[in-house]
């Protein structure tokens, strides 16, 4: 069993950036981040949860989706056993609650195909 914990999400201007936190904890594990790749999702009122990024447990290339690309950056610290979601440049559109998971692979290296646990999200807003 993994539990996440996201937080960091706000009510910003376009523009402007926000850097979004998992923290992760296992019973049964030292370093969850070992184990788990992570993946970032949002959803938006009226819209299905897309996938933002992903990284994976042995910290290959990170996936982005389209829309973020150049913008967010995710990245962990395995000691504080954290992801982040760095977002620069936010636009309206990028308002929605976001959420992390983790999950795992078979392939070594990529993210993870299902994710098994979630967090219970935070809302980020982006509005003048």
């Known amino acids: 069993q993994v539990q996440l914990v996201e937080s960091g999400g706000g009510l910003v201007q376009p523009g402007d950036s926000l850097r979004l936190s998992c923290v992760t904890s296992?019973?049964?594990?030292?370093?969850?981040?070992?184990?788990?790749?992570i993946g970032w999702f949002r959803q938006s009122p009226g819209k299905e949860r897309e996938r933002v990024s992903c990284?994976?447990?042995?910290?290959?290339?990170?996936i982005y989706e389209d829309s973020v690309k150049g913008r967010f950056t995710i990245s962990r610290d395995k000691g504080k056993n954290t992801v982040y979601l760095q977002m620069n440049s936010l636009k309206p559109e990028d308002t929605a609650v976001y959420y992390c998971a983790a999950g795992t692979t078979l392939v070594w290296g990529a993210c993870p195909e299902e994710y098994d646990y979630w967090g219970q999200g935070t809302q980020v807003t982006v509005d003048r």
């Open positions: 296992a019973s049964t594990l030292d370093s969850p981040l070992l184990y788990y790749g």
């Open positions: 990284i994976s447990a042995t910290d290959d290339s990170p």
